[in-house]
């Protein structure tokens, strides 16, 4: 059930929230699968809700003159709904990065040309690396061979694009699974837990925990369900929202007083905030209760937490579990002149919670 907050007396910028920068658009809850642990409910039953084409086209206007400059398109499966070319046209015209996050079970074939522009990028769930495993989770005949297809079409395309996997069922091949995406060419992945919001929560669709979100919901980012509500991301779209973008503009409600009570009640992790004087310790140094920010020019590596040239790439604000432990998880990396260096996005704050796989991906840097 879905919490329509009051609003008090501070505003979001009285709170010190930060500026929004990150917007998901999350247009549709149709979606050829059923996967057992879906957050939001999507299913072939699903419907694209009261947003029309007009009503998206104007939000992302709205969003592009408020400052937003990375829009992700989520659902359900956002491939599914009839006006996605348009929204991803119309946020290319702003500038903006747009991700498509996609089961990738069907890409029409008029699509193709779209996700081919710069400034675009794929994501998409990968859960095994066996096509029986993979559909017990999907709920649909023929996904595995469906999204590993695409994927390696896509790739072929030279479209960028990560994969996440999600450790839903005790023994799951994700080792496995991660190991077939990098044999595909697949060089960004990140893994996450089960968590317990929706389907996932093994009860009730509207069962969610709010304890169960990563922490950065709200903090520079928001969502727009397809109702147009407005949350503090998608993952917390069932659990909180804050009026609506059918009759308030987006950035009066982004910067309302019910929009600080909302990211003030988002549970935040332990070592959320970068502080910039801090020492960024060398290979082998890094423990968990550091915080090694991308924000003093270093970045953790796969081993550790050693120094890293960020320039100008992009740098996620969050990490994925491996086994027992936060390991960063790579953006898109591309060689940037004049330098020549290979630019690779990798954030980790080891002493918070991991952001969930269907967390937007950083902005990517394009070779010229």
Known sequence: MTVILDRPAETAADAGADPLQRLALDITRSCQAACTHCYN??????????????????????????????????????????????LINRAVDH??????????????AVLWPVLRQRGVTLATSYYSDTAEEHEQ?????????KTKANITKALAYRIPLRAGIVHVRPGQRVAEAMAELRALGVQHIRTDRLREIGRGAGGEEDTHQITELCGHCANGRAAVLPDGSVAGCVMSGGMMTVGNVLTTPLAELVSSPAWATLAAAIPRPRRAA?????????????????????????????????????????????CTPREDSCQPSPGVGAIRPPLQLAYTAIACNPGSDCAPAESEACAPAYDD
């Open 41 to 86: 409910g999507s299913s072939p039953q699903g419907t694209h809700g009261e947003m029309t084409r007009e009503t998206w086209l104007s939000l992302l206007d709205q969003a592009a003159a408020a400052g937003v400059h990375q829009v992700q398109l989520i659902g359900g499966e956002p491939t599914l709904h009839p006006d996605i070319a348009d």
């Open 95 to 108: 500038g903006m990065q747009v991700e498509v996050f996609s089961n990738l079970i069907h890409i029409r």
């Open 137 to 145: 989770i999907t709920k649909h005949r023929a996904s595995y061979a």
């Open 274 to 318: 970068a502080h910039r004087g801090d020492e960024c310790h060398p290979v082998g140094e890094c423990n968990p209760g550091d915080d090694c920010s991308p924000m003093h020019e270093c970045t953790p590596d796969l081993d550790g937490c050693g120094p890293h040239m960020v320039g100008e790439a992009c740098v996620p604000d969050s």
